[in-house]
T-cell receptor, first 114, second 114 residues
Framework: QKEVEQDPGPLSVPEGAIVSLNCTYSNSAFQYFMWYRQYSRKGPELLMYTYSSGNKEDGRFTAQVDKSSKYISLFIRDSQPSDSATYLCAMSIPSGGGADGLTFGKGTHLIIQP | DTGVSQNPRHKITKRGQNVTFRCDPISEHNRLYWYRQTLGQGPEFLTYFQNEAQLEKSRLLSDRFSAERPKGSFSTLEIQRTEQGDSAMYLC????????????FGPGTRLLVL
């Protein structure tokens, strides 16, 4: 079992729909949770990061972390065709914990149909 | 543009040749990371530097791979005696030491080994 599981999709939704993207993880030491967006043949772009449990909102994006279930989500409201990309979740343990690289999911390929 | 830059963007080489990639991080970031991403997968951590010190290496970093950051600014990643399995996107990211979770990625160098 990989440390971070993410459904690769593709996930296809109509423009304007609410999108829900999810990851599960197995390492309870993870405390920081990130979402990156990656367009084809480009580097990942940081969208949001959260610490521990709770919600964080930024414009049309909301990130949720449920540490008790080891489950994180990213919601996109009023989805646009320009949101079509691969969305990667990433996680890390606190500084000094010995593993300073991010652990990524495989990414979910999202398609917003005009 | 003050983002992370990587050169070259694309590299095609023959099996057995050596290749070197360069990464220039965001100027005020003292941490620099290298990741590898293959098709359909999320980035996988290879190594990271804090200033000029290489502080962590992944088990993915075989002895054919070497990374340097001689003056604590730009970094190079060299692959010796390339193999077809080395074909991937090599990504560089940077962050501040405090706030390592917010890593900003460059556009990547896409390597194809023939």
């Amino acid at each position: 079992q990989k440390e971070v599981e993410q459904d690769p999709g593709p996930l296809s939704v109509p423009e304007g729909a609410i999108v829900s993207l999810n990851c599960t993880y197995s390492n309870s030491a993870f405390q920081y949770f990130m979402w990156y967006r990656q367009y084809s043949r480009k580097g990942p772009e940081l969208l949001m990061y959260t610490y521990s449990s709770g919600n964080k909102e930024d414009g049309r994006f909301t990130a949720q972390v449920d540490k008790s279930s080891k489950y994180i989500s990213l919601f996109i409201r009023d989805s646009q065709p320009s949101d079509s990309a691969t969305y990667l979740c990433a996680m890390s343990i606190p500084s000094g914990g010995g593993a300073d690289g991010l652990t990524f999911g495989k990414g979910t390929h999202l398609i917003i149909q005009p | 543009d003050t983002g992370v830059s990587q050169n070259p963007r694309h590299k095609i080489t023959k099996r057995g040749q050596n290749v070197t990639f360069r990464c220039d991080p965001i100027s005020e970031h003292n941490r620099l990371y290298w990741y590898r991403q293959t098709l359909g997968q999320g980035p996988e951590f290879l190594t990271y530097f804090q200033n000029e010190a290489q502080l962590e290496k992944s088990r993915l970093l075989s002895d054919r791979f070497s990374a340097e950051r001689p003056k604590g600014s730009f970094s190079t990643l060299e692959i010796q005696r390339t193999e077809q399995g080395d074909s991937a996107m090599y990504l560089c990211a940077s962050s501040r030491a405090q706030g390592k979770e917010t890593q900003y990625f460059g556009p990547g160098t896409r390597l194809l080994v023939l």
